[in-house]
Every structure is written in structure tokens, then in C-alpha cells.
């Protein structure tokens, strides 16, 4: 099971962070992965970070904004959204993965890679 949470109505330029909380038996051995959706658009990979965290991968939109992150008992993972645009407004769902102990970009960037999804938190970047 996840659980996302943080999302809020922020200004350009602001920064929030968002939380994804796994529980259950498999909550230590996912990957772990952001993905966004704003109104109109198909859902978008933002971040990701492997079973091993030690690789993390962010999109090209949010590169050097955004940072993915995750706690020391593997179960929260982070996503540090710093210097947010009116165009980083979407539904921001996260997802786990039962992968190998090391994944690449390319599977975890697919959304049809992921078993579980969160409920989605709504960010807001008004201008």
C-alpha cells in the first residue's frame, strides 16, 4: 500500500515536499517512482529511485529543481520540489515496482512497469 501526501497550493518559485509512505511485506523491496498528471495530459514520469538507492533518476522538465530521496528504513521516499512553475501543476501520484535490486531509467520511467499506485496529491503552482 502507498500513501502520498505534501501536496498544496505553493507560488512560483516556492518549494514543497512530497512523501510516499509503503507499508506491507514488499514496502522494502520496490523501486519507487513519481509521476505527474495535470488536466488534459497523459501521465508523465517526474523521478525514480531504485530498490538499491543508490540510482535516481529525474525527468528532463524537473532536472536540477527536483530531487528524489528516501528514507534509511527504505519505506518514505521524497520528492524535493524546489523553484516550482505553473506548469509543474498536476496530480502527483507515486508508485512502486517489485524489480531487481538495481533498475534502470528506462524501465522505471514506464508507468506499466509499476504494481502499485498511490492515491495521487494535488500540487498547485499558482504564477
Known amino acids: 500500500q502507498l500513501q502520498a501526501s505534501g501536496g498544496g497550493l505553493v507560488q512560483a518559485g516556492g518549494s514543497l515536499r512530497l512523501s510516499c509512505e509503503a507499508s506491507?511485506?514488499?514496502?522494502?523491496?520496490?523501486?519507487t517512482g513519481w509521476f505527474r498528471q495535470a488536466p488534459g495530459k497523459e501521465r508523465e514520469f517526474v523521478a525514480a529511485i531504485d530498490r538499491s538507492g543508490g540510482n535516481t533518476y529525474v525527468a528532463d522538465s524537473v532536472k536540477g529543481r527536483f530531487t528524489i530521496s528516501r528514507d534509511n528504513a527504505k519505506t518514505t521516499v521524497f520528492l524535493l520540489m524546489n523553484s516550482l512553475e505553473p506548469e509543474d501543476t498536476a496530480v502527483y501520484y507515486c508508485?512502486?515496482?517489485?524489480?531487481?535490486?538495481?533498475?534502470?531509467?528506462?524501465?522505471?520511467?514506464?508507468?506499466?512497469?509499476?504494481?502499485?499506485w498511490g492515491q495521487g496529491t494535488q500540487v498547485t503552482v499558482s504564477s
Open positions: 508508485a512502486a515496482a517489485e524489480t531487481a535490486y538495481y533498475a534502470g531509467r528506462a524501465y522505471l520511467s514506464t508507468p506499466t512497469n509499476y504494481d502499485y
Open positions: 506491507g511485506r514488499t514496502a522494502r523491496r520496490v523501486a
